[in-house]
């Protein structure tokens, strides 16, 4: 038995490698020919002969690879695309035979095409089309069996590419391959290649024209494609030509177009599938019979986009639930593929999900038809980005033939350097050069060259990092300017709302005299009105200045991750440590749509209250939970906790007691950091809709801890829409961009439900949207409409919309890929001229060593020369290596670098080297000595830029954190001062009016203590209020500096005369006076801020403004005298007091208080006074900075 | 009580007529020479006739510390003049040290009572500091807490068994002396290596058995001033 089996083993063996006769070459050319000829007329009989043919053959002989061609071509038909790429790579690895892996490549390319992987495509087009290009020469001299097997090529890679750039967006590139097929298609060998051709053309978008000549073209190319096929068997064609007819025709205004224009062959096809039926039957028994047709091919993928095209008639005849059933079905095979194979064919499942979710959107199925959408849109995504490295392969090939160039300069570059060696041999023996010039000419040394190179690389590197770090740096120093302004404002109006105060306990003063006199003095009381009428004067004031600065929007909203925020707060954890306790922050990839600054202030209060209110061994957590349009971010304790009332309080009240907050057993907070929180949320509300998720609130039990938490808007929940807005992080912040608002509104309208008012928005601002189209923000809004169109059914519309976003989308991400490709390729080629600069670099210094090794030897100032040639390449290489450190220009590294530093250690060891042979050769040892010192130098040079770099990063972080301070300051500042308006503005006017009932009639004792209770009351909650405000004032803003005063005046002078000229068209005279050597305390942005205070009101009435400054004590007196506008001696004397109804003026002496408070000189003067008729002075003292010795620079 | 003159430095007509009802109603005595609402028109009214009072404001117009520095020549020029500061300044400590330092007599908020015959008549009988009861309660809050502390510091001592060496040390430390230079200090009799010893010792008592490590020098400073041990407003060297 066993020898048995040796012996059939043998005989195959033996067949094996036996040569195969021409009659068996015939009959396997045969098998294959007929295997192709069936592709599309019978899948089973492709299977059947290509089986045939293999076993006619052995494995890698001649036919085999053949077979296998056609085999992977049946199980790519049947979406077995493992099992296809198997197949064709056992060709690719083991066959030589041009024509068949030019027929593998281009199955491979049909593949791709299908599974949407665009590197592979481009990968195997490339190939295929090299394979072709070296056919091309040869063409003459081919058998007629390959010539046949290079049209097909020729024509299938040219259809691919096509079909490939119809479905990537690119019409262009798909039409002009379409027409490169027609000249291969046409010769009429290959009856399949020209269906395909003309199915290709017929089915849609590769047509040009007026819409009656497309739909005639197309309807051409499709009814020869059904005939021809129908004719000769090929079930392929006739059943995607059928399906395609259905679709054009199902269409009314192209159906009638059809029926006038060709007749007869409308007729035809009438005749052929509605004989005794009714006319709109025609499109539905085409679909059903192109879905028997497909069945019978066993192709699947056609089968589920004929269930999908009967669907779609259902669907367009408002028969949902039969065209559901349909979708339902298409799905139902899609999902038996995706388990088959780790291939999936993204457009085949999006564009079912996608008329799924427009058909349950019809029958009223609002969550099944977003849950469809939304996996819709993602497939897209998925679909896009496989697409985005197609034109890589291309951009290979030219990086391949650029370095083709750099390998024939790189050999030259070598020629060169022999020569050039060779050259300077020659002429060292001819002349006997001194030694001491050879160390001088090191400088000109690959290494000392390299040395420079690299240092001059990294400077470089540190020069562009540095400008980009100056320019935040500038950035953030003009917030700080412009935040520092608005600043002082907000003190001047805290100030003004302090200023309430006398009155009020006048008045209080007042009533209790009254209650104590009796009866009650008329003028008294008319005493107490007349306080009433300041106090309320003063909150028309303070209610006019909020009113005029309430339309700027001042929140930087950005869609952000919570993630960043929780790692600054992880920053504080030994704060948390330090008391014993633990901290919990959550991992999170959420992210919220809000101001960052403000988010991080808020979750900082709440984390540092619940540090002080949380005994030792307690824990503090932070929770992140995302729900489906808002994230609500907790802070956890399991401190004291609050009672029932507290919370009560927290949640409900607008104003309370903070002091009171709290068990009488804790430590009681003043609560203002709450009070602020709630304050935010309130701001985010009244900004805009997108907002009315926000809310605060706290849960809390006594003894047990508390929780305090906040919801804020969830961020883009579709993947693709967040990447489109990430391309543009700089648009996301609120700056009146009328896409955003629009983006927003629509949102808002769409998540709040009312779909209609959405749809008629959007198509109101799409009519006429403003220009340039922001195209990030159009992607947006376009989906927004086609989800609202889908909602209330308005197919027309979300068809439109949809095809607009998809479109727009595809251009948006493309161009950003390949722009990103591009400049990452720059890179790469400038990393290969390094490579190479490096390898002559290497050469050079193999020619020196020859030169220090053999040239000199043996001569004893060789000896000498060559030990300080060694010292300095030692010391070059060391230079070298500490260059390399500074590399990486991240301050971090530079800072570690630094650190680590002992260059001038190691120099210094060099140095004592060449000080040794000081006796022997004083000339070279200086040449040396010379030479290292210009390698400290530029060394020193890198360590200065890296310090500098160093330097700027600090300032820059300072600026950043005083630009959030004070960005926060005046938010909360703004919030403060509205609650005071808001909540203050009652009593005054009670007030008010209960005086004047009493002086009508005889003021009673229950008058008077109604009076006094209603004023206390006012007084606690204005305190209260007060007290909330004047806590933020604390925090200074001011940076004391000398300041020269002539440049300081003619700076302002300057920007006062720009500015007149450019908004009012007119020169006023500015004249400056001013000694160059005065100079004052003050902080340079606030004194300019002031003179601009003081000129606000009169610039634009005066003819001339003269600036004068002179020595006036311990101070120094500012005189602004103003030409041309006229002031009463009663207007100059009101003019900085409180009860003025100047905002400006009231700013001037708020900056003038913040400079008595911080130059610790109380005394500083602000006032006016007329001057002629028609011209008055102000005058303002600071501190003279030369009387009291304050070193230059800030102090 | 005998007539006296006064004049009132007041910006606000309003608060002025506030202020003139008061005299006239409670402090018949005095009489008002003049009114000024801005400094040009107080030395005006001062060249005229010199008053006994000043009743004085502390802001005026744009300045809301122009009162320190009238008050300041007031009391240069005229030595004997009393002056009583009458200021809406009701959470400006720092101002009401500045103007006490200027000379004032004493200085009445604008709150609570407001402006009370009595206080007039003490500075009119040459009493200095006279201050009405919003100032006084906060000059009594002040004085607590600093008695308390006081007595903190010494139940500390009692407590953490602190001697006069250890006081020393410790507040050499926070000096920033080394203990080479705190051993040569006249008044400690011991060297750097029994200093290692009683700043072991002295970690030992200020600190909780569960905090002892790693504590350093600056640490255990620290730890003395939140005991009271030390008082950070009072950091003295010995002389030596």
Redesign the interface.
């Known amino acids: 038995m066993k020898h048995a089996g040796l012996f059939i083993a043998l005989v195959i063996a033996m067949q094996a490698c036996s040569p195969l006769s021409d009659e068996q070459r015939m009959e396997i050319d045969r098998c294959n020919d007929r295997a192709y000829h069936d592709r599309y007329v019978n899948i089973d009989s492709t299977m059947f002969y290509a089986e045939k043919a293999e076993r006619l053959t052995s494995r890698n002989r001649y036919g085999w690879h053949e077979a296998q061609i056609n085999k992977a071509y049946v199980a790519y038909q049947q979406m077995d695309f493992d099992k296809a790429i198997d197949l064709l790579s056992q060709v690719t690895h083991a066959s030589r035979n041009q024509f068949h892996l030019l027929s593998a490549h281009v199955l491979y390319m049909k593949i791709a095409q299908r599974v949407g992987d665009g590197e592979s495509f481009f990968l195997h087009r490339s190939r295929a089309l090299s394979i072709l290009e070296r056919i091309n020469e040869n063409h003459e001299e081919l058998t007629e069996h390959y010539q046949r097997m290079v049209t097909y090529a020729r024509s299938e890679l040219h259809i691919v590419s096509s079909t490939y750039y119809y479905y990537l967006g690119q019409d262009s590139a798909a039409i002009r391959e379409i027409d490169e097929a027609f000249e291969y298609a046409r010769d009429g060998r290959d009856t399949a290649q020209w269906l395909n051709y003309n199915y290709m053309v017929g089915s849609g978008g590769l047509v040009r024209g007026s819409d009656d000549e497309v739909t005639l073209n197309e309807y051409g190319h499709l009814f020869l494609t059904y005939t021809m096929s129908s004719g000769r068997g090929y079930r392929y064609f006739e059943a995607n030509a059928l399906q395609s007819l259905a679709v054009l025709l199902a269409d009314p205004a192209r159906s009638s177009i059809v029926a006038r224009e060709r007749a007869s062959s409308y007729g035809f096809l009438i005749a052929q599938f509605a004989k005794d039926a009714p006319l709109d039957s025609l499109c539905f028994a085409m679909a059903r019979r192109s879905i028997s047709l497909f069945e019978d091919y066993h192709d699947l993928y056609q089968t589920a986009c004929a269930y999908r095209t009967l669907g779609e008639l259902y669907f367009n005849r408002a028969d949902y639930l039969p065209a559901l059933d349909a979708f339902m079905h298409a799905l139902s095979l899609v999902e038996n593929q995706r388990q088959r194979s780790r291939y999936t064919v993204n457009p085949w499942m999006a564009g079912i999900r996608e008329k799924l979710s427009m058909t349950y959107s019809a029958l009223g199925n609002k969550a099944l038809s977003d849950q469809n959408r939304n996996i819709y849109l993602d497939l897209l995504d998925q679909y896009r980005q496989n697409y985005e490295s197609e034109n890589r392969l291309l951009e290979l090939k030219h990086e391949v033939n650029s370095i083709r160039l750099k390998t024939v300069i790189l050999l030259v570059l070598i020629l060169l350097t022999i020569c050039l060696s060779y050259a300077v041999v020659r002429r060292m023996n001819r002349r006997s050069l001194v030694r001491a010039q050879r160390l001088t000419d090191f400088r000109d040394s690959a290494d000392f060259r390299a040395l420079t190179g690299e240092v001059n690389g990294i400077r470089d590197r540190l020069s562009e990092e540095m400008e980009y770090y100056r320019d935040t740096l500038h950035v953030s120093q003009m917030h700080i300017e412009r935040y520092k302004a608005a600043n002082v404002e907000r003190r001047a109006k805290v100030s003004l709302v302090y200023s309430i105060i006398p009155y009020l306990d006048r008045m209080l003063a007042e009533v209790r005299k009254m209650l104590e006199d009796s009866p009650v003095e008329k003028e008294r009381l008319s005493y107490v009105g007349e306080l009433a009428d300041e106090i309320m004067h003063i909150n028309d004031v303070l209610t006019d200045w909020i009113k005029m600065t309430q339309g700027q929007l001042t929140l930087h909203v950005t869609t952000f991750q919570l993630q960043e925020i929780i790692d600054v707060i992880a920053l504080s954890r030994a704060t948390f440590e330090q008391k014993h306790l633990s901290l919990r922050l959550p991992s999170t990839d959420v992210q919220v749509k809000a101001d960052k600054a403000l988010t991080l202030f808020m979750i900082n209060t709440l984390a540092d209250n619940a540090r002080k209110f949380t005994p030792a061994e307690g824990c503090v957590s932070i929770d992140v939970d995302a729900a489906e349009d808002y994230v609500e971010i907790g802070v956890t304790d399991t401190g004291v906790g609050l009672s029932e009332h507290d919370c009560a309080v927290l949640n409900d009240s607008k104003v309370y007691d903070a002091s009171a907050i709290g068990n009488s057993d804790a430590p009681k907070g003043f609560g203002f950091g709450i009070m602020n929180c709630k304050g935010i949320i309130q701001k985010y509300r009244k900004t805009s809709q997108l907002f009315s998720v926000c809310q605060f609130g706290v849960s809390s039990r006594l003894g047990e801890g508390s929780r305090f938490w906040f919801r804020l808007p969830k961020a883009l929940p579709l993947l693709w829409l967040m990447i489109a807005l990430s391309c543009f992080p700089a648009m996301a912040e609120t700056d009146g961009n009328p896409f955003e608002q629009m983006y927003d509104s629509l949102y808002a309208s769409n998540v709040e439900g009312r779909h209609s008012h959405s749809l008629s928005m959007g198509t109101d601002f799409l009519r006429c949207m403003p220009v340039p189209v922001d195209t990030a923000y159009a992607v947006l809004i376009h989906n927004e409409i086609a989800v609202a169109a889908l909602a209330v059914g308005d197919w027309d519309a979300y068809r439109r919309s949809n095809d607009e976003c998809v479109r727009l989308h595809k251009l948006f991400t493309q161009d950003k890929s390949i722009e990103a490709y591009c400049e990452k390729m720059r890179t790469l080629q400038e990393s290969g001229v390094q490579v190479y600069v490096m390898i002559i670099l290497v050469s050079l210094v193999a020619i020196v060593l020859f030169y220090l090794l053999y040239l000199r030897k043996g001569l004893r100032s060789d000896r000498l020369y060559s030990r300080l040639m060694d010292i300095l390449s030692a010391h070059i290489d060391n230079a070298r290596s500490h260059v390399a450190q500074y590399g990486d220009v991240q301050p971090s590294h530079l800072q570690q670098a630094m650190d680590g530093d002992d260059f001038v250690r190691v120099s210094g060891e060099c140095r004592t080297a060449v000080e040794a042979c000081q006796v022997d050769n004083p000339v070279m040892a200086d040449a040396a000595m010379q030479l290292i010192a210009e390698v400290e130098a530029l060394y020193g040079r890198v360590l200065h830029d890296a310090q500098e770099l160093i330097s700027l990063d600090t300032q820059r972080y300072k600026a950043s954190f005083e630009e959030d301070r004070l960005y926060v300051m005046n938010q909360i500042l703004d919030n403060c001062l509205s609650t005071i308006k808001h909540e203050t503005m009652y009593y005054p006017a009670r007030a008010k009016q209960l005086v004047d009932g009493m002086k009508r009639e005889e003021a009673s004792q229950e008058q008077l203590h109604e009076l006094l209770d209603l004023l206390q009351y006012y007084r606690e909650v204005y305190m209260l209020l007060y007290h909330q405000a004047e806590r933020q004032v604390e925090q200074h803003s001011f940076r004391r500096q000398q300041l020269a005063v002539r440049q300081a005046l003619q700076t302002f002078a300057d920007e006062l005369s720009d500015t007149l000229r450019r908004q009012q068209k007119r020169e006023v005279s500015l004249q400056v006076e001013a000694d160059e050597s005065l100079c004052v305390v003050s902080d340079a942005d606030l004194f300019q801020a002031l003179l601009r205070s003081l000129v606000e009101d009169s610039k634009r009435q005066c003819d001339a403004i003269h600036l004068h400054a002179r020595e006036q004590g311990d101070s120094v007196l500012f005189t602004l005298t103003i030409h041309g506008v006229c002031l009463s001696q009663e207007e100059t004397d009101r003019m900085f007091s409180p009860s003025t109804s100047s905002i400006q003026c009231l700013i001037a002496r708020q900056i003038i208080k913040e400079h008595d408070s911080h130059c610790r000189m109380p005394g500083l003067r602000l006032y006016a006074e007329t001057k002629g008729e028609k011209a008055f002075c102000i005058h303002f003292t600071l501190l003279n900075a030369q009387k009291i010795k304050i070193p230059h620079g800030t102090i | 009580m005998e007539p006296f003159k006064v004049i009132i430095v007041e ?2 007509k ?2 002025l ?2 202020t003139e ?1 008061i005299f006239r109603s409670d402090i018949p005595e005095a009489e008002i020479i003049g009114t000024a ?3 040009g028109e107080f030395w005006k009214l001062m060249r005229q006739q010199v008053p006994d009072l000043v009743l004085l404001d502390l802001g005026l ?6 009162g ?2 009238i008050c ?1 020549q007031i009391r240069t020029r005229y030595a004997a003049l009393k002056i009583l500061i009458f200021t ?1 300044e ?2 400006n400590e ?2 009401w040290v ?1 103007v006490l330092n200027a000379g004032a007599d004493g200085i009445i908020l ?5 402006l009370q015959r009595d206080d007039v008549m003490l500075v009119m009988h040459g009493r200095h500091y006279v201050f009405n009861e919003p100032i006084l309660e906060k000059i009594i809050g002040r004085f607590k807490k600093l008695v308390n502390s006081e007595s903190d510091k010494a139940d500390a001592m009692i407590e953490y068994e602190i001697d006069e060496y250890d006081e020393r040390f410790l507040r050499h430390l926070a000096l920033g002396y080394t203990k080479d230079m705190i051993s040569s200090l006249r008044k400690m009799p011991f060297g750097a290596k029994s200093l290692e010893k009683r700043q072991v010792d002295l970690i030992n008592r200020l600190f909780p058995a569960s905090e002892r490590t790693g504590v350093n020098a600056t640490r255990l400073v620290t730890r003395a001033c939140q005991l009271h041990i030390l008082d950070v407003n009072h950091l003295v060297a010995d002389e030596d």
């Open positions: 910006d606000v309003l608060e007529k506030g009802q609402q801005n400094e117009g744009g300045s809301t510390t122009v320190v520095d300041r809406g009701v959470l720092r101002l500045e604008k709150t609570g009572n407001l």
